[in-house]
C-alpha cells in the first residue's frame, strides 16, 4: 500500500517537473520565433527604405504629414507637462542633499545632466509608446480584421511602404524635437527649484547651466530618442501585423507593443548608457 502511494507521488513528481520543461521548451521556441520574425521585419523595412532612398517608390506625405501632427502636436502638452514635474521632482530631492553639505549650485549639473543625458528622451519615449506605439498596433491591427492589409497586397501594393514608412518617419522628426522640448521643461522645473527653493539667483543658475551643459551632452540624448522612436515604431507596427483577426487579437497585439517596446527601450537605453561611459561622454 505504502510502496503504491510512493510511487504514485514520485510519478506525480516526475509529470508536474515534465510539464515545467515543456513548458519552458515552448516558450523558448515562441521567443526564438518572435525575434526571428522581427529581424526579418526590421530587414524588408530597410530594404523599403534603401529602394525609397534610390527613388524606386514614393513617400505617403500626406500620412506622414497625419502622423506627425499625432504624434508630435498632439503630444506637446502632456510631454511638457511630465518632464517639468521630472524637473521640479528631482529638483526637490536633489535639494535635501545637496543643502546639507552647502553645494546648492550643483543642483544645476544634477538636473541639467539627467535630464538632457536620461530622463529627458527616456519619458518622451515612454509617453510616445503609450500614444504612438499602441496606435500603430491598434490601427495595423484592425486593418489586418478588416482583411485591407490582404487587399493591398493583393492589388500589387507593399503594405510596409504605405503603412510603416510614414509612421517611421514622423517619429524620427517627431521624437527628437519633442525631447528637445521636454529638455528645456525639464531644466525649467529645476530652475524654478533653485531660485525659489535654494535662493540661487537666476543670473546664477543660468550661468552654471550654459557653462557646464555642452553640445554633446544634448546630443547624446537625441540620438538616444531616435534610437527610440525607431523601436516603437517598429515594435507596434510589427505587432499590428502579427494580430490574429478578433477583437482580442487586437488587444493583445496593443498591449503587447507597449510591453516590448519599453522592454527595448530600457535595453537599448543601458547599452547606450554604457558605451557613452566607456567612450568619457
Same mark, same amino acid.
Given at each position: 500500500m505504502n510502496f503504491h502511494v510512493t510511487l504514485n507521488a514520485m510519478s506525480g513528481k516526475r509529470s508536474k517537473f515534465r510539464d +515545467?520543461?515543456?513548458?519552458?521548451?515552448?516558450?523558448? &521556441?515562441? +521567443?526564438?520565433?518572435?525575434?526571428?520574425?522581427?529581424?526579418?521585419f526590421l530587414g524588408e523595412v530597410a530594404q523599403i527604405c534603401w529602394k525609397t532612398l534610390r527613388g524606386k517608390g514614393k513617400i505617403r506625405w500626406g500620412d506622414t504629414f497625419y502622423y506627425m501632427d499625432l504624434c508630435g502636436a498632439q503630444a506637446l502638452a502632456i510631454v511638457t507637462l511630465i518632464c517639468l514635474l521630472m524637473?521640479?521632482?528631482?529638483?526637490?530631492?536633489?535639494?535635501?542633499?545637496l543643502r546639507t553639505y552647502g553645494a546648492e549650485l550643483?543642483?544645476?549639473?544634477?538636473?541639467g545632466f539627467v535630464i538632457l543625458k536620461e530622463m529627458g528622451p527616456l519619458m518622451v519615449a515612454m509617453i510616445a509608446t503609450g500614444r504612438a506605439g499602441s496606435a500603430f498596433a491598434a490601427e495595423i491591427g484592425t486593418m489586418k480584421v478588416n482583411e485591407e492589409v490582404n487587399a493591398l497586397a493583393t492589388m500589387g501594393i507593399e503594405p510596409l511602404r504605405i503603412l510603416v514608412l510614414p509612421k517611421l518617419l514622423?517619429? &524620427? #522628426?517627431?521624437?527628437?524635437?519633442?525631447?528637445?522640448?521636454?529638455d528645456i521643461c525639464g531644466i525649467l522645473g529645476g530652475f524654478v527649484v533653485g531660485t525659489g527653493l535654494m535662493d540661487i539667483p537666476p543670473v546664477a543658475y543660468y550661468s552654471r547651466t550654459v557653462e557646464v551643459l555642452t553640445a554633446?551632452?544634448?546630443?547624446?540624448?537625441?540620438?538616444?530618442?531616435?534610437?527610440?522612436? #525607431?523601436?516603437?515604431? &517598429?515594435v507596434g507596427c510589427i505587432r499590428g501585423f502579427q494580430s490574429s483577426t478578433d477583437a482580442q487579437g487586437v488587444g493583445r497585439a496593443?498591449?503587447?507593443?507597449?510591453?516590448?517596446?519599453?522592454?527595448?527601450?530600457?535595453?537599448?537605453?543601458?547599452?547606450?548608457?554604457? &558605451?557613452?561611459?566607456?567612450?568619457g561622454y
Open positions: +515545467y520543461v515543456e513548458l519552458v521548451g515552448a516558450r523558448y &521556441l515562441e +521567443y526564438r520565433a518572435d525575434m526571428r520574425e522581427m529581424v526579418e524637473g521640479l521632482i528631482m529638483g526637490f530631492q536633489g535639494a535635501v542633499i550643483f543642483i544645476v549639473d544634477m538636473v514622423a517619429m &524620427l #522628426v517627431t521624437i527628437p524635437l519633442l525631447t528637445v522640448f521636454g554633446s551632452t544634448f546630443m547624446i540624448g537625441i540620438v538616444k530618442s531616435i534610437v527610440f522612436a #525607431v523601436i516603437i515604431t &517598429l496593443t498591449t503587447s507593443s507597449v510591453v516590448t517596446s519599453i522592454f527595448l527601450i530600457v535595453i537599448a537605453d543601458a547599452i547606450m548608457t554604457i &558605451l557613452c561611459y566607456l567612450l
